[in-house]
């Protein structure tokens, strides 16, 4: 019997240095600052972090890091991954998450292809499925992975103030997913009501969709009118690139983002020329 619990004791103790290594390893990486290097490779990429407060920097330094330890990237269709988009995607990524606890925790895998891929989606109309091929920039899988292709990446960093970013808006995809399921209600930050983040979306996505079917410009993609959890996705893309533009249209919405992400972009100012 004692050999038993001396067992159970040994693997109690390794699961325990495990779980402190583990801890330790994403503390060191969480503190790490970036090298000279990366941080000029981001700049060039992402043009939008020039306009992050100086606060902000050294924890995205860190997130960029444990996301670059975490997530691997492969290359599709030929491509051959370079730090550039590794930088550019993890950069992007860990902007929507650098002032929460928020973390990517189910993703392992980020696939890029060169331009836009084919896809296959499913649509079930009572027990008849059709399958359709599409052509897409991105993809959010549940749990990963997340598929981007890089022309439209890269364009979508470059161009900071037209309030389209496909990395935003599958990492969106992502945060969303964290809740158990991508329905446009992310797990919101502490003291968010649910009751009110409902009520804000659901009459703001009310709104688009007429706005969108009466053939009205709109601030937020008319894609959002697609459905709950792409207008999520599409207001984080405005929320982040043309925040002004979204307080103006949408100020409730504003509001509840800035609340998730804690971060208010609308204060950032203009990036130095």
């Known amino acids: 019997m004692w050999m038993f619990f001396a067992l159970v004791a040994a693997l109690a103790g390794a699961l325990l240095y495990w779980s402190w290594s583990k801890k330790k390893a994403r503390a060191a990486l969480l503190a790490e600052p970036l090298s000279e290097d990366d941080?000029?490779?981001?700049?060039?990429?992402?043009?939008?972090?020039?306009?992050?407060?100086?606060?902000?920097?050294?924890?995205?330094?860190?997130?960029?890091?444990?996301?670059?330890?975490?997530?691997?990237?492969?290359?599709?269709?030929?491509?051959?991954?370079?730090?550039?988009?590794?930088?550019?995607?993890?950069?992007?990524?860990?902007?929507?998450?650098?002032?929460?606890?928020?973390w990517y925790d189910n993703l392992t895998t980020v696939l890029i292809y060169p331009n836009a891929f084919k896809s296959r989606q499913q649509q079930r109309s009572g027990y008849v499925v059709t399958e359709k091929e599409i052509i897409r920039t991105g993809e959010s899988w549940d749990r990963g992975p997340v598929i981007l292709s890089w022309a439209h990446s890269k364009q979508g960093a470059m161009n900071d103030h037209d309030g389209h970013n496909v990395v935003f808006h599958e990492f969106a995809h992502q945060i969303d997913d964290l809740s158990g399921g991508t329905n446009g209600v992310p797990v919101l930050a502490k003291g968010q009501s649910y009751a009110e983040w409902e009520r804000v979306f659901l009459t703001a996505y009310s709104d688009h969709v007429a706005a969108v079917e009466a053939g009205h410009r709109t601030v937020i993609d008319p894609y959002g009118a697609e459905g709950h959890e792409e207008f999520f996705a599409v207001s984080v893309e405005v929320f982040f690139e043309r925040p002004h533009a979204l307080q103006n249209a949408a100020p409730h919405v504003y509001e509840q983002l800035a609340a998730l992400f804690n971060l208010d972009p609308a204060t950032w100012g203009e990036r130095p020329n």
Do not use: H
């Open 39 to 102: 941080r000029r490779i981001i700049a060039a990429q992402v043009p939008i972090l020039q306009r992050v407060p100086s606060d902000l920097r050294e924890k995205l330094d860190g997130k960029i890091n444990l996301f670059l330890e975490q997530v691997s990237f492969y290359g599709c269709d030929g491509l051959e991954v370079t730090d550039e988009m590794q930088l550019s995607i993890a950069a992007q990524a860990c902007l929507l998450v650098v002032n929460t606890d928020t």
